[in-house]
Every structure is written in structure tokens, then in C-alpha cells.
């Protein structure tokens, strides 16, 4: 069945350091590409996404660009805030299904210290 | 415009007691769904709706009943509670089925269970 992979945490960074959180996945149709946020004590928001290979999403600084030919989905930022301290879900939903269900990794921990 | 909203936000159970933890969305969504996170494991998808009447199971359904009889509503039920149900758990909802692949998902702030 469809997965998402992610790189275990948890991240530790300096603030203003550069950010890459990998993220692979596995999916027998052509799934749109999801990376979501949980900021401490809440619950999951939609950072970026993108719905076709090549597709680039961004929101708040972050980018990461669907690449089909590594089924990958990696998250990037050039310089991370303590602001940015939470855990980033990687998520797959199925073009093919008829139905919204997410398929998540693990979550990955990032922690941004001053 | 509340978005999504769960009651309660923590809960203490004894192994085999009975709970339905709330879930409501004020956007009029159609699609409705449950999710368990647990440490390393990311999260699960329950049970989900695709409208009023409509419910499906996810991938860990066992142990866990739901029913949607509004658009506004989708509770969650624990018959008889166990300590591997112990968990944080979310409910979301997005606008439109049409649009499956792309539309957000929006998520509640989460109840926290403990089973004893």
C-alpha cells in the first residue's frame, strides 16, 4: 500500500540555521504531497503542498518541490526561527481514491534554539 | 467561524468504561474523519465520513464506533475502553470530495485519552 517515509528526529538547529526534513514516498498512482504542522500543545496545519510532479509548494519561508522521478518531498527553509520549533508531518493523499484519507510519516521533531 | 472543535481536551478512563469524545466543524464540510497519533507512528485514520449518514472505516477501526447523522457533527466512540487505546486523537474535515486529492484538511486541537 501507499507510505510516507521520513527522516527521524529530533532536529536540532541554531536559529537562522538551514532546515532539510527528507521525506520519500510510495504510492501506486500519482498522490498529491502534503507537509503539515503541529505547533506544541495543538493540532495539525497545513504548511505547503503540491498536487503534480515538478509542483513546488511554499508557505512562511518553507519550500519543497514534489520530484517524481525520487518520489520525494523534502521540506526546506534557508534560516529557521525558534517560531519554527514543532513537529512537521510528511503526508500522501491518493489521486485515485475517492475519498480525502492522508496517508502520514512519522512526524519529525524540530527544535531551534536561540 | 469556530473551524474544528473537540470536547474534551483530556480524559482519564478505566479499562472497559464507555466514552464518546465530540467532534464539530462549523464549515460545512462534507468530509469528516478520525485519527489516533501515537509516538513513532505518525498518524492513523480511525473512521471518516464522506456526509451525513455516510461513515467508512479506516485503517484501526477495531474498537471504535462512529455515526454522522449532521453535517456539523462526527462523534467518536469507545465501548470498552483499553489501555491500547490510550492516545491523543483528532478529528478534520474538508469542503469538498471533488477536489479529495488537493482539498485541506483542517484538524481540531486534539483529545488527549488515558486509559488505566
Known sequence: GDSVTQMEGPVTLSEEACLTINCTYTATGYPSLFWYVQYPGEGLQLLLKATKADDKGSNKGFEATYRKETTSFHLEKGSVQVSDSAVYFCALSDNGGATNKLIFGTGTLLAVQP | ?116
Not at chain 2, 6 to 12: A, D, L
Not at chain 2, 13 to 26: E, F, P, R, V
Not at chain 2, 43 to 65: C, F, K, M, W
Open chain 2, 1 to 116: 467561524n469556530a473551524g474544528v472543535t473537540q470536547t474534551p481536551k483530556f480524559q482519564v478512563l478505566k479499562t472497559g468504561q464507555s466514552m464518546t469524545l465530540q467532534c464539530a466543524q462549523d464549515m460545512n464540510h462534507e468530509y469528516m474523519s478520525w485519527y489516533r497519533q501515537d509516538p513513532g507512528m505518525g498518524l492513523r485514520l480511525i473512521h471518516y465520513s464522506v456526509g451525513a449518514g455516510i461513515t467508512d472505516q479506516g485503517e484501526v477501526p477495531n474498537g471504535y464506533n462512529v455515526s454522522r447523522s449532521t453535517t456539523e457533527d462526527f462523534p467518536l466512540r469507545l465501548l470498552s475502553a483499553a489501555p491500547s487505546q490510550t492516545s491523543v486523537y483528532f478529528c478534520a474535515s474538508s469542503r469538498n470530495l471533488r477536489l479529495a486529492s488537493t482539498d485541506t484538511q483542517y484538524f481540531g486541537p486534539g483529545t488527549r485519552l488515558t486509559v488505566l
